[in-house]
């Protein structure tokens, strides 16, 4: 099993920044891929960003050219979403996720961190 843990979330104006950070532990050599997630109030769970062991990346297209996901490739047991340009839209709970070899879907979850931009 893989245990995640998020940090960074905050308050923060329009147009300000924040850094997420996720710390993966348990069985963290059969991690694939890594990814963030979004539930704003009233609405389904979406996809933010998503990042291969190889380091190929994959955005929501209302983030890109804003989120920068990176990762600790040599320990995988760590995952970062930059957000710059932040508007208020992006206030959410951000979740980390990570998808383990052999699996297709992302089945290991953080507790969630509340991001809330003013405006």
């Known amino acids: 099993q893989v245990q995640l843990v998020e940090s960074g979330g905050g308050l923060v104006q329009a147009g300000g920044s924040l850094r997420l950070s996720c710390v993966a532990s348990g069985r963290v050599f059969s991690i694939d891929a890594m990814g963030w997630y979004r539930q704003a109030p009233g609405k389904q769970r979406e996809l933010v960003a998503t990042i291969s062991s190889g380091g190929s990346t994959d955005y929501a297209d209302s983030v890109k050219g804003r989120f920068t996901i990176s990762r600790n490739n040599a320990a995988k047991n760590l995952v970062f979403l930059k957000m710059n340009s932040l508007k208020p839209e992006d206030t959410a709970a951000y979740y980390c996720?990570?998808?383990?070899?052999?699996?297709?879907?992302?089945?290991?979850w953080g507790q969630g961190t509340q991001v809330t931009v003013s405006s």
């Open positions: 996720a990570a998808r383990v070899s052999g699996s297709r879907i992302f089945g290991s």
